[in-house]
């Protein structure tokens, strides 16, 4: 329907009040990249400053932050409008990682016009990369009660969604699940059908802990398996006598726990809901499966209980059989210890003794910022402060280009080809990064665009990305959810 209504608005041309409508439609329905598609057609100059800080803000949350940046910085904010700009403002550099800068904005807004929509909406999802969960859920609770008709948009839903997964609030979100089906039941049958799916699977998990830690002990770990791929941290959990399954421990997974083999499906006997579609860093197309539900993953010496996630079947015969975030477990301080090749899980206060023990190891302490990922501040070059993100599940040390560009750094052109056989040119640059006082230096690290790979609803992208082969070999990684840090070894 979007397209034919993208044909229709180019050949003729509608009333500007219904051309308003339109686009405020397509950005309650979290459309925003058609609605950048559609300003990128148009003269910029030409556009009024409210849709150019439609355009802007639309730009920011499709990953495209270091342009919508340029385009802000030439706006002076005036009159009526001014709250829309700091708004505008904070969506900007909250897709960029600047938190500080995305904050101070979005306070502006909110001074000037509580009410803001836009602001509100940027300041919950601001709560939730500075991990403050429960403020997120409660402005964003307060605001639906005082605008009652937006429970209607799709936007609305999707950032429901992420307050309450962030707050492991299972009741409500099958409560929310259920709502959104009730509102569309007589507009789309299949989605309809997936949403009651969904809330079924909530419904029969109220009340449980999610990714929850069982142990007998204060401290457990598990041996990390050896691989001939030496970029990955995986673990192996007994299927049968003769089978082991492989799992990926994998920081970059933004669903927590997703299967892949069909027989670790079966054997762990999952409860199934709607449909969904995921993308993954190493395959080139989307790829379709379900949401899923397990009851507990067995070690012997622990237990995971209550995983959510997806089921995707896997798009090779050589993936991995599954993929659990370690970062989902809240209720110890989780270690990979890539040296000692050792996956710790400890109670807070045996993690504290622990790091009492000085052993000669350097300690660095890193901010933890997100609610599903891994981003904390560092230093480039030693000239320029940003955001990075660890993902076990990467390969080592890669950069955003827009932010190399940023930094002028000197760009090398490379290919490589997808899983698909497609295509896909980056580059490659030298880069000094310091993380805290680790210092890490690369003459050649990738340089690429993360085209993909952008956090939906924020447009937050890292300007690096640090893989396991930073940390592997030589440090010792752990994740700290009590005092939101995340603590490097050496």
């Not at 180019?10 to 979290?30: G, H, N, V």
């Not at 009410?115 to 997120?136: D, I, N, P, T």
């Not at 029969?204 to 041996?223: A, C, H, M, N, W």
């Not at 230093?379 to 320029?384: L, R, S, W």
């Amino acid at each position: 329907m979007v397209i034919v209504w993208f044909a229709f608005l180019f050949i003729w041309p509608l009333p500007q009040s219904a051309l308003e409508t339109d686009l405020k439609k397509l950005y309650w329905d979290s459309s925003f990249k058609e609605i950048v598609n559609h300003f990128d057609k148009k003269n910029y100059p030409t556009l009024s400053l409210d849709d150019k800080l439609l355009y802007i803000e639309c730009l920011a949350r499709t990953g495209e932050g270091y342009a919508a940046l340029k385009k802000l910085e030439k706006i002076v904010p005036e009159g009526p409008l001014e709250k829309d700009f700091y708004a505008c403002c904070g969506w900007v550099y909250l897709s960029r990682g600047e938190f500080q800068k995305a904050e101070h904005f979005i306070n502006r807004s909110l001074e000037l016009d509580n009410h803001s929509q836009s602001g509100v909406l940027a300041k919950v999802m601001l709560f939730l990369y500075l991990k403050q969960f429960f403020k997120s859920e409660i402005l964003f609770e307060d605001w639906l009660a005082k605008n009652p008709v937006f429970i209607q948009s799709f936007q609305t839903f999707l950032v429901g969604v992420e307050v309450y997964n962030a707050t492991r609030k299972v009741k409500k979100l099958y409560n929310w699940y259920s709502k959104r089906a009730k509102l569309i039941k007589n507009e789309d049958k299949l989605t309809y059908d997936n949403l009651k799916a969904s809330s079924r699977l909530y419904k029969g998990i109220r009340g449980k802990q999610l990714f929850e830690i069982v142990t007998e002990s204060d401290s457990v770990e598990y041996p990390l398996a050896e691989s001939s791929d030496c970029r990955f941290y995986f673990i192996f959990f007994q299927l049968k006598k003769n089978r082991n399954s492989k799992i990926l421990l994998d920081t970059g997974n933004a669903t927590g726990w997703m299967v892949h083999d069909r027989e670790l499906y079966d054997y762990l006997d999952m409860k199934k809901g709607g449909r969904t579609v995921a993308v993954i860093g190493s395959e080139a197309d989307v790829l379709d499966g379900y949401r899923i539900y397990t009851e507990s993953l067995d070690f012997g010496s622990f237990q995971f209980r209550h995983l959510t996630g997806f089921y995707i079947p896997k798009p090779r015969s050589d993936f991995f059989d599954a993929n659990l975030n370690p970062l989902f477990i809240r209720n110890r301080v989780v270690t990979l210890d890539g040296p000692g090749k050792r996956f710790i899980m400890r109670t807070k206060r045996a993690f504290d003794r622990y790091l009492l023990k000085k052993d000669g190891r350097k300690v660095v302490k890193l901010r933890w910022y997100g609610y599903e990922q891994a981003f904390i501040p560092l230093e480039i070059n030693g000239v320029k402060k940003g955001l990075g993100i660890i993902e076990t599940g990467a390969e080592d040390i890669a950069v955003l280009l827009d932010f190399a560009r940023l930094l002028q750094l000197p760009l090398k052109p490379k290919v490589k080809y997808l899983s698909n056989g497609s295509v896909y040119r980056f580059f490659k640059a030298p880069v000094t990064i310091y993380l805290g006082s680790l210092k890490l230096n690369r003459s050649a690290a990738d340089v690429w665009s993360f085209d993909r790979f952008y956090r939906r609803l924020s447009g937050l992208k890292a300007g690096v990305v640090l893989g396991p082969g930073v940390f592997k070999d030589t440090c010792v990684l752990s994740f700290d959810p009590f005092a939101q840090e995340i603590v490097v070894e050496w």
